[in-house]
């Protein structure tokens, strides 16, 4: 079922809901107004009886009573009057023509006498009992106008209540329709977006609504996906260019040399520089390898508590293997009393491959291979700064700087590929953590944050 049909639905739903409620309320207050107020006219006629009867001072006996009730037929209509004495008598008793005489209880009787007053229906008539100095009134009839009143009142309430259901079920779609409209607008201008033109963006109302708020999120996704697809963009093409390269430089290079006999020197001299390309190639393969590795979810990785000092303890000699010219000097604040405030929720393979590139990259370019790691810590988190003494990173390359393949003008001389930092970065967020750079022209300091382990299923 359609939206639109759902809110038309539930909207008539509850405002029928509420008519009933309405229709209902009106009718039963308004037959105990009925009832009350025929009961004042039966509580006046039996009193009147009553003392007509028993305060005989007037000159007025039983026949002219009688005579008396037979003339008062159209203020009470089916009636019956009695009186009961002391001992449960009656000493009146009038009933109107072609009428049911009404039997009265002495159990009735005696409730009378102990309330003052006693009232109950019976086959459509109200029934009333007086009592007074143990003499009991009865005044019983049938409210002919009062039923007449509230029949009509139930039958213009039905068709008011009929009425307001089919005005609400036609206004409610208009106002469904109406609602659903700029809903069917976005969904329009979402379906004529594609991959091709991310670039387009959903039309935001000037009001402040929910409506703003749904086109503002879509508006903000596209951004992200555009952001997203033109980065996979230039990845395929650097990827594209720099996996040819040394895969072109290797072809060329056998083609030339297949072409002739050569000495013995100049083959060693082409396998050597095979040799680099195929050692480029490989490692420009395995960077590719751990950054689709990186980008996936935390659930697809083996995690564990793993001590950052131990990993960072690992780095300088490895690094030395890389190029004898690093160094690395490691400076550890004091341990937290805490053991687990050591430790952090990952995995150790991925942590490592993050810390040692971004401290490889800080002996790269420091002017004397120098790479200064400090370790300190907090409540809440584990920190690490890595600085250098290069030139340092422009201000407008900041965020560039963690794009695959992307290389600064200092960064050129330089060999490398340009997927450490992004790779250390996109290991780094999957860890729950951050990294921020301060730069300057002395040198760059990167910041790592990683959350506790106790703390990371927290954060």
Known sequence: MKFR???????????????????????????????????????????????????????????????????????????????????????????????????????????????????????????????????????????????????TLRFILLISFFAGTAVTFLSGLLFSLRLVKPIKKISGEVHEISSQNLSRRIVVGKAKDELYELSSTFNDLLTRLEESFEIQRRFIANASHELSTPLTSILSQLETTLQNERLVEEYKSVLYSVYEDVRNLTELTRSLLEIARASGTKEGIELSLVRIDELLLRIPANLKKIDPQYEVELHFDMFPEDEENLLVFGNSDLLYSALKNIIANACKYSEDSLAVVSLYFTASSVNIKVSDNGPGINESEMDLVFQPFYRSEAAKSKQGFGLGLPLSLRIIKLHKGEITIQSDKNGSVFNIILPIGPLFHQS
């Open 5 to 151: 049909y759902r809110i038309t639905l539930l909207y008539t739903a509850v405002v029928t809901a509420i008519l009933l409620l309405v229709c209902y309320s009106v009718f039963y207050f308004s037959s105990l107004s009925r009832l009350a107020d025929f009961k004042k006219l039966l509580k006046v006629r039996a009193i009147t009886t009553l003392h007509l009867l028993i305060n005989n001072n007037d000159g007025i006996n039983k026949e002219q009573l009688r005579r008396l009730d037979e003339t008062t037929f159209l203020a009470l209509q089916q009636k019956t009057i009695l009186v009961f004495n002391k001992d449960d008598v009656a000493e009146y008793d009038f009933t109107d023509n072609n009428t049911e005489k009404v039997i009265v209880s002495k159990e009735q009787i005696d409730k009378a006498r102990l309330n003052g007053e006693y009232s109950f229906s019976e086959k459509n008539k109200d029934i009333l009992l007086v009592a007074e100095n143990n003499i009991v009134s009865v005044a019983a009839a049938y409210d002919a106008n009062g039923f007449e009143r509230l029949k």
